[in-house]
């Protein structure tokens, strides 16, 4: 089973809808929780972290924590084309907090 | 610099030689981790320094895969006798202490022919 889980998509929205990117973790102990944006060929742009339960809000984002489910997701309103990415969701080891564990990322298009 | 640096951007190899990878990371920050991501493939943790001490090289693939931190800034990572799948994305990252946020580089794009 893998440790952090995402749908590869592709995620298709049009202009202006709001895009939901979901993250499920199997390590109960994990604290902290990040979304990285990876255009392609770039390197991965951290865009949002969260480390308690509930909402956390950031310009057209929002990152909701739900550790009892082990369920962590990002919300962008108002997409844009220019978000159109990867997202890669990680979260930290349990047994070694420093060490990011990353979901396989979910692409997102966002249709003009 | 204002992030973290990687050279070269670009390395082409053959198979069999020695290759090494250079990080500068975000001035200040004390962590500095390595990962690679291959093809289509998710990023995989190679090892992790807190200034120049690497407490955790656990997810370094064999022993033909070192890396070394010097002065708290700058780290190497040295590829020897270089395999085909060796070819990947090396990306590096740095935060300001451990557990905190990881910026990451630009990273090196290897290809072992």
């Known amino acids: 089973q893998k440790e952090v889980e995402q749908n590869s998509g592709p995620l298709s929205v049009p202009e202006g809808a709001i895009a939901s990117l979901n993250c499920t973790y199997s390590?109960?102990?994990?604290?902290?929780f990040f979304w990285y944006r990876q255009y392609s060929g770039k390197s991965p742009e951290l865009i949002m972290f969260i480390y308690s339960n509930g909402d956390k809000e950031d310009g057209r984002f929002t990152a909701q924590l739900n550790k009892a489910s082990q369920y962590v997701s990002l919300l962008i309103r108002d997409s844009q084309p220019s978000d159109s990415a990867t997202y890669l969701c990680a979260v930290n080891s349990m047994d070694s907090s420093y060490k990011l564990i990353f979901g396989s990322g979910t692409r997102l298009l966002v249709r003009p | 610099g204002a992030g973290v640096s990687q050279s070269p951007s670009n390395k082409v190899t053959e198979k069999g030689k020695d290759v090494e990878l250079r990080c500068d990371p975000i001035s200040g920050h004390t962590a500095l981790y390595w990962y690679r991501q291959s093809l289509g493939q998710g990023l995989e943790f190679l090892i992790y320094f807190q200034g120049n001490s690497a407490p955790d090289k656990s997810g370094l693939p064999s022993d033909r895969f070192s890396a070394e931190r010097t002065g708290g800034s700058v780290s190497t990572l040295t590829i020897q006798r270089t395999q085909q799948e060796d070819s990947a994305v090396y990306l590096c990252?740095?935060?300001?202490?451990?557990?905190?946020?990881?910026?990451f580089g630009p990273g090196t794009r290897l290809t072992v022919l």
């Open positions: 390590d109960r102990g994990s604290q902290s």
């Open positions: 990252a740095s935060s300001l202490e451990a557990e905190n946020e990881q910026f």
